[in-house]
């Protein structure tokens, strides 16, 4: 994975995220159009495919809502690097087949903007913009299947 970074600040919230006002509509896409959009109203029209979210502690934290992975990733961005996840966030993303990596040291350095690569099977994160590499936690063999298939659904209809 490889894109440029939108980079938010701590204790960001599944409020923030997809505002309640807009879960109505369960289209991902709908809720791609209104991702951050009460943080960072020029997020959802100019969010590339590729492009990575960095966070810092607590990322994801509030209600239990699904829409809130589903969103960001819908939106485009491939991966979430934050400092730490909210537990409920984490597990949404992983069931959704959405990849995330538990970084502080990444979440800290890597900017606005930066042009940012990540290996998600090696926990390998590399600021291109300025040379820094980081190393977070690799996902476990049973996740990285999960993720791989699109998904805790796809990868249970094939087992």
């Not at 909210?86 to 900017?111: D, H, Q, S, T, V």
């Not at 940012?116 to 099977?121: G, L, R």
């Not at 820094?132 to 249970?156: C, R």
Request: proline share 5%; charged share 20%.
């Amino acid at each position: 994975m490889r894109g440029k970074v939108w980079k938010y600040g701590n204790n960001i919230d599944t409020d923030v995220i997809i505002p309640a006002r807009y879960l109505n509509d369960p289209d991902p896409k709908a809720l791609a159009s209104h991702c951050m959009c009460d943080i960072d109203e020029g997020f959802a029209g100019a969010v590339e495919a590729g492009d990575i979210m960095v966070g810092g502690w607590n990322f994801g934290c509030g209600s239990s809502r699904e829409h809130a992975p589903v969103a960001i990733q819908a939106s485009g961005v491939s991966c979430v690097i934050a400092a730490s996840f909210a537990r409920i966030f984490y597990r949404n993303a992983i069931n959704i087949g959405f990849p995330i990596l538990e970084c502080p040291e990444a979440a800290e350095a890597i900017k606005a903007g930066d042009i940012v690569s990540v290996d998600t099977n090696t926990g390998v994160i590399t600021d291109e913009t300025t040379g820094e590499s980081f190393q977070a936690k690799p996902f476990p063999e049973f996740i990285q299947n999960i993720i791989a298939k699109g998904g805790l659904l796809s990868y249970l209809k094939e087992k």
